[in-house]
Every structure is written in C-alpha cells, then in structure tokens.
C-alpha cells in the first residue's frame, strides 16, 4: 500500500524543501506586534500551500487574536476523519547575537547528530516543519488518489503565546471540527534511530512577580543597611521555593501529583538514557534535580518550577551603587496530572506574598496556563502511529511522556471529545526556543513519509 504515495515524495523531496525554506522566511512572530504583517501573510502562505495540497474550503478563519487556517478533504463520510493540529507562529529570535545565521534566512548545514543536514531557521522544527509536513504528506495522498481517511487541517497562529483565542474558535465550531481522531506533530522523539510517541505532556502556570521596597532608587551608602533591597529580597524568596532536595515548598503544591506505581517507572526507565551524552550535550558537570527521581522522570513526571527570567537595578557598563525600588521575576511551573493550573497559581500566589518582609510589597500577576495531558497506549489511534513508526523506522517506537506543554490538546478533548496523538519529529538538541534552531533533513523527511502510513493503518484499524 502507498506505494505511489511514497514514489510522489521520492519524486518531490527538492520542491518540498524549498518550500519549507520560503515558509521559514517569513518571521511570524506571534508575540510581537511588530510583526503582525507578517504574521498574517504567513496565514495566507500557509492557506495556498493547502490549496496546492489539494485541500478544499480552505479558509483563514478570523479570531480575536490571530487567524486559524483550516482546509479539508473528506473523500468518503464513512470512513474516518483525521483532524491535523498545528502552529505557523514561531518564538521570537532573540538573543540575536547568539545566531550563527540569521534566524530568518534559512541555511542548511550537516551536524553531527544530522549528518544529512538540518536546515537552521526560528520555527524550523518548533512547529513550521513539523506543520508542513502534514501539508506535503496529505499532499503527496491526494495526488496518488491513495488518502485513506477524510482529512481536516486547523493551523493556528498563536500557539507560542498560550493559545488565548483558539478555545473558543473550537468550542464554536464543533461541527466543522468533528473527527475520530487528532495528529499532532509538535513535540520530538528520541534519537533518529529510535522513534517514540510523545504519550504525555506538563501542564503550565506562569505568574510575573514584582517585589518594590522604597518608593523610588536610593544610593546604596546612604540607604544601605537600612531598608530591604528589593533584589535581595526577591533572591531570598525564590531560594526558598526549593528545599534541600530540590522539593518545591509551595504548601499543597504536590496534594494532587499522582505517584507513578513501581512497575509505570520501570517501564519508563526501559528508554534509553545516557546521562554521559546529555551532560557532554549541554557542557555541565552533572545533572541537577529533584532527589529520588531520575532525569528522564524530573523532566516528565514530576512538576517543577523555574526563574524564567530575572531583573532590576543597574546593569548598564561598569558599576552605580543604587538600592532599586523593585525587582522582577517570571517563574514557570509545569504540572502533571492530576494539577490544576489556577489551583497551583493561587497556591502560589498566597504563598509568594506570605514570604514578604515587613517593608517590602508583592505584587504577582498570572499569565498564561494549561493542563496536563496523558494520552493513551491502547487506543487504535496509537497503535496505528506505532505501526506507522515501525513501517518506515523498521522500530517499534516507545511511549515517552514529554515534558513540554502545549495547553490547547487538554482542551480539544473538553471541547470535541477527541484524544490526541502525538507524532513528534524533532529532536531535543534540535534548540526549538533557542539560536539556531534547527530540523533534521532526515526528520522532515521521515515525517512525510510516515505520516500516510498512519491514515492507512488508522483506517484498518477503525474497521
Ligand atoms: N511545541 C512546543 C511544546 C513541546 C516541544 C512539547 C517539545 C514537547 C516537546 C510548543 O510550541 C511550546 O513551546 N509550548 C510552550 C507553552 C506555550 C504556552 C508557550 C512550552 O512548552 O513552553
Ligand atoms: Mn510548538
Ligand atoms: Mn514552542
């Protein structure tokens, strides 16, 4: 089976390229306003690369926010529906300096872990290819007459700043969206040669913190020693957010954190793991953590909290001797099952703002945040993603719980009812957030051709 499906990719691998690499010119920056344009006209790139797919009532569907692209084939009611989930906004580039190519002029080099070359761009894996390779391989289906399944594809624009429109736009268009099933590329796998399903993704509550102290910059001789220093303070406070064993002490923060029985960790401690190669990876020492968990469990089944960024004062050329006024922070907190973002955040907030001294003053804000999601392993859905893998990797892929977020799949199953899997194609090492992101060749191009194998499966299976 897809036989002429797969020659089509053979055929087409060059022009498939080249047109991620125009996709990838164009900075959709979706938390800059700046880039508003451009974010829009990738909207509109994203709905002609549908048309050409062969995909019909293509629409770029308005929201508060930024447009979802949606486009559908629906060959045959009664066979399954497959609705495709992606994002065509990308993180900003910044730090700038820290690109050996810029972010937005795509090149292509050979690595050592993508000997066949990756091609280096902001968005590249994180989600424009993994995106785009759902629109080349339904492309590919279509023009073999061989898609197995009816087709939906919504493409949002506004992923990477927590999704704030695109509930609503599902929850309004539930008709539009009804499918058996979701596939989602935007998450990673192992290594090339062992493939994985993404079977679980952390929750998020981000909060801003502000602590103030004086009411306005004092010189630090004058002052110093006599009133609390915003930035020693608020350095106080986040220290204290971890105990010794790296345990978070937010009271109540861990009430509702399910325990992995014996038996789920040592499944999950089957997957291969080198702690030599993830430490000589990132030039650290040793890995840090939470104590009585592994790596590979601190950065998927336990939740965490982290300083995202930090700032106040002076930090200009050379030195002033100033007490600032306030002090800044953005923190993280990723979640698992069974933790409810706005419970954790007021956990948080009550407990932030109790940690306070007496003349200093706190002021925390909540951004965005998502639940968990666990996905099953005995659906039909997973098994034909499994068989998919297996088929082109000539490897059973392995279950992974992953620790990133992506807070809209909690959602589609409130609000359509639908599981998600999760055919992730990138690599952690692959920088998604970071300079010189960049997506294996060999991912892409593994994605497009393992993609088709999974409607065909699914269609067996769903019989
Ligand atoms: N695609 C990522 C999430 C991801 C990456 C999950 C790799 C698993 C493996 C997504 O675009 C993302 O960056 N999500 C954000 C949250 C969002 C609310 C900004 C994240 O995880 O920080
Ligand atoms: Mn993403
Ligand atoms: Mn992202």
Redesign the pocket.
């Known amino acids: 089976m897809s036989n002429k499906t797969q020659q089509y990719i053979q055929n087409n691998k060059d022009k498939f390229l080249d047109e991620l690499v125009d996709l990838l010119r164009m900075p959709s920056i979706s938390a800059d306003p700046a880039y508003k344009n451009d974010v829009l006209k990738t909207a509109e790139s994203v709905s002609q690369y549908m048309e050409k797919a062969g995909l019909e009532k293509i629409k770029i569907y308005e929201t508060a926010g930024y447009p979802v692209v949606y486009g559908e084939k629906i060959i045959d009611p009664s066979l399954p529906t497959v609705l495709v989930y992606g994002?065509y906004d990308v993180?900003p580039a910044d730090p700038i300096d820290l690109w050996d190519s810029p972010a937005f002029e795509p090149v292509i080099k050979k690595t050592k872990i993508h000997p066949e070359g990756a091609i280096f761009a902001r968005g590249a894996c994180?989600?424009k290819g993994q995106m785009f390779m759902h629109v080349k391989a339904v492309e590919a289906m279509i023009a073999s007459g061989e898609l197995a399944c009816n087709v939906k594809l919504m493409i949002e624009g506004e992923?990477?700043?927590?999704?704030p429109n695109l509930e609503i736009f599902v929850a309004n268009n539930k008709e539009l969206l009804k499918a058996d099933i979701i596939l989602v590329s935007?998450?990673?796998m192992l290594a090339n040669d062992t493939p994985s399903i993404?079977t679980g993704?952390r929750g998020?509550s981000y909060v801003e913190v502000e602590v103030t102290g004086p009411n306005r910059d004092l010189h630090s001789g004058l002052y110093g020693g006599c009133v609390a220093n915003p930035i020693n303070i608020l350095t106080k406070m986040i220290a204290s957010l971890h105990d010794e064993n790296n345990h978070i002490t937010v009271p109540g923060f861990y009430d509702k954190v399910k325990e992995l029985t014996d038996a789920e960790r040592a499944e999950m401690a089957k997957a291969p793991f080198s702690k030599e190669a993830y430490c000589e990876a990132l030039d650290i020492e040793d890995t840090f953590g939470e104590t009585g968990y592994s790596t590979l469990e601190r950065g998927s089944i336990r939740p965490t909290l982290d300083v995202n960024g930090i700032w106040g004062g002076y930090t200009g050329e050379g030195a002033k001797t100033v007490i600032a006024s306030k002090a800044y922070a953005k923190i993280s907190m990723r979640l698992v099952p069974h933790q409810l973002p706005n419970e954790i955040t007021e956990l948080f907030v009550k407990h932030f703002e109790s940690l306070a001294p007496k003349g200093t003053t706190v002021k925390v804000t909540p951004h965005?945040g998502?639940y968990p999601v666990v996905t099953p392993i005995d659906s039909i859905g997973y098994q034909a993603a499994s068989m998919a893998y297996e088929q082109t990797f000539g490897k059973k892929p392995i279950p992974v719980r992953?620790?990133?977020?992506?807070?809209i799949i909690a959602l589609f199953e409130k609000e359509l009812g639908l599981k998600t899997v999760m055919m992730?194609f990138?690599l952690d090492s692959d920088a998604?957030?970071s300079p010189n992101e960049h997506f294996g060749l060999f991912n892409y191009y593994k994605g497009i051709e393992t993609i088709p194998y999974f409607y065909s499966y699914f269609k067996d299976l769903s019989k």
Do not use: M, Y
Request: proline fraction near 4%.
């Open positions: 994002h993180q994180d989600d992923e990477e700043i927590g999704s935007d998450t990673g993404t993704l998020l965005h998502g992953s620790g990133g977020s992506i807070p992730g990138g998604i957030h």
